[in-house]
């Protein structure tokens, strides 16, 4: 191992020597540290765009028919007189799922944190190929670009609602949304897809063959378990969607037909037989629910981090914590077809999907604990990174708790399609995850910019963040059992749902006011890269390697040789320390013996 790390070390020591252009240091940066703020930077925009999505949808689903000056000015021709357009609304939610999904969970969390600490905290000088790291992210910059550009296509964007089932999305003539839109979405999918093997097979073998002396994989911080999970999750998966995406293609260019079959329009028959739209809803779920453990794994390795070094203490269950790690990643690819259990699925098959579903509660279970039992009796620092980690498991179990009901066939059928899968599925995997994103930001952004972020700030965004997360999604539980579908632009039109009225636009409120106080997050985040208060080299007092490396960046991490690995990422608190915390590079004493995890 001291091998791979010197001969890394070796290689890489021309970073301290060449001079680096304006170009070469942050446009075209192969730097981890400059691709990671990159594609935080990226994310940030990306999600500015989905949630200002979102929050008009809310608005025309509360006040329906109304109009309403910001649909005119945004949305213009789709919104004459200032009332939305039935097409946009499915559209714009379609483009807000995918952006949140996919350019902003996955890019914030594995993008910018996977680049950021994987060299850093197993002691590396950088990715094993920064080369294709670079091409990793910019790619993801050109998913993101055409993603946009699909925006002002003149029949529309992408309006299959963001899991593009055939036939809408199969057929250009469909509707508005499935012509140039719709083709637009794939072009960018595919790249995107391109960008996240790249990204994830660097990852892999970064942490397989870039660790540094003594750093055993049972010294690994879990942050770098989850990333390496992760990344293994996504090549196995990603390849499924990008076939699919494919076949679409073909079904909507080249006159095949994959995912189509015995189609009518307007009473003229179509000329495709033999497909089906139940293959695509198949390979679409097969990348989708392991999709969501890569957008949740990361957070949970964050909040395992910023826990055990804001309670004080070693993270309880390392090794147990490491075998769910395993177990989820194992799970998440054989529970697809809870998706589909109204899609005509043989009830045999309904109660596999059910039985494994309600296997990987286990593993989850098993983290819920640990971290709970990290915090008992710790001496809590109660800074924003520890806050949202706290608000992390509070929605993670909230949100996993509505999972079970979901999971089981019998009773996902009467609330299937309904507001409260929306519920579900936005607590414990659109909620936690930018909760992890945020503590994650709070807690390394001393790292990435040598600034630390306003605390007051912080606190301000997180009690209104999560008192507004809890006022949209918490009763969207009782609206979709009182069975209100979701994606209906207005429900004006069915007199049964007239008593929701108000319960919407209380919804809506709450949503209104955790979108604007993310203005102060932004204000936080931007203001302090240039003007936040001066950073230390550990202001946490933390125990893993990124702490070690000095607080200005240099191509190389370390300036002399990389520091040595003596002991696991949790000593805090131990005995016969003068300090409650031992980096990993501090040898042991005579006599001292590491801690049995």
């Not at 942050?223 to 990344?231: H, K, L, Q």
């Not at 509660?361 to 710790?378: D, E, H, M, Q, R």
Request: glycine share 8%; charged share 10%.
């Amino acid at each position: 191992m001291s091998a791979h790390a010197d001969t890394h070390a070796h290689e890489d020591d021309h970073g301290h020597h060449h001079k680096e252009t304006f170009v070469t240091k942050y446009i075209f940066s192969q730097d981890h540290k400059m691709i990671a703020k990159q594609y935080l930077v990226t994310g940030t925009i990306m999600g500015v765009i989905g949630v200002l999505m979102s929050l008009m949808f809310r608005m025309q689903i509360a006040w329906p028919e109304e109009p309403n000056v910001l649909f005119e000015a945004l949305l213009g021709k789709w919104a004459p007189g200032g009332v939305m357009d039935a097409d946009i609304y499915l559209a714009l939610v379609t483009i807000h799922g995918t952006i949140m999904v996919f350019f902003v969970l996955t890019a914030g969390l594995s993008g910018t944190f996977s680049n950021l600490l994987i060299p850093l905290q197993i002691g590396a000088r950088d990715m094993a190929s920064g080369f294709l790291n670079m091409v990793s992210y910019w790619l993801f910059f050109l998913s993101s670009v055409v993603m946009v550009i699909s925006l002002f296509v003149e029949a529309g964007p992408a309006a299959a609602g963001w899991t593009i089932y055939p036939p809408l999305s199969a057929l250009p003539m469909a509707q508005g949304g499935s012509g140039m839109g719709m083709t637009l979405w794939l072009v960018s999918m595919a790249i995107f897809i391109a960008s996240s093997l790249l990204g994830s097979l660097n990852y892999i073998v970064t942490v397989i063959n870039l660790r540094t002396k003594g750093m055993s994989m049972t010294r690994l911080p879990l942050t770098i378990w989850a990333f390496f999970v992760t990344a293994i999750i996504g090549v196995i998966s990603f390849p499924v969607l990008l076939s699919a995406a494919l076949l679409l293609i073909m079904d909507r260019s080249f006159g095949t037909s994959f995912f189509l079959s015995d189609i009518f329009i307007q009473g003229e028959v179509l000329h495709y037989q033999g497909g089906s739209p139940v293959l695509f809803e198949h390979l679409f779920w097969f990348l989708g629910h392991p999709e969501v453990y890569i957008v949740i794994l990361p957070a949970m390795g964050l909040v395992s981090e910023i826990m055990a070094s804001n309670s004080r203490k070693p993270i309880f269950g390392y090794r147990a914590m490491i075998a769910s790690i395993l177990a989820i990643a194992f799970l998440s690819t054989i529970v697809w077809g809870h998706h589909m259990f109204v899609s005509g699925m043989n009830p045999f098959l309904g109660s596999v999907f059910t039985f494994t579903t309600l296997l990987i509660a286990i593993p989850s279970a098993v983290k819920a604990f640990n971290w709970i039992t990290t915090l008992w009796k710790g001496n809590l620092q109660m800074n924003p990174a520890m806050l949202f980690s706290i608000g992390f498991v509070s929605t993670f179990i909230t949100g996993g708790l509505t999972g079970i009901i979901l999971g089981d066939s019998a009773l996902d059928i009467n609330v299937h399609d309904t507001y409260f899968v929306v519920a579900h599925f936005h607590l414990v995997m659109g909620i936690s995850a930018l909760y992890g994103m945020f503590a994650g930001i709070y807690h390394w952004f001393p790292k990435m910019y040598g600034r630390m972020l306003n605390k007051n700030l912080g606190y301000i965004h997180f009690w209104i963040t999560a008192i507004c997360a809890y006022g949209v999604f918490f009763p969207m539980h009782f609206i979709g059992m009182a069975g209100l579908p979701r994606r209906y632009y207005t429900n004006s039109n069915f007199p049964l749902f007239d008593d929701l009225a108000n319960v919407n636009v209380i919804i809506t409120i709450f949503a209104l006011i955790g979108g604007v106080v993310q203005v102060v997050y932004l204000y936080n985040f931007f203001s302090s890269i240039f003007f936040g208060k001066k950073s230390t080299q550990n202001p946490w007092k933390s125990t893993t390697l990124e702490w070690t490396a000095p607080v200005e960046h240099m191509h190389g991490n370390w300036p002399g040789e990389i520091p040595h690995v003596h002991r696991w990422a949790y000593d805090y608190s131990k005995p016969g320390h003068d300090v409650d915390f031992v980096p990993q590079n501090v040898p042991l004493k005579d006599g001292e013996e590491e801690l049995q995890h």
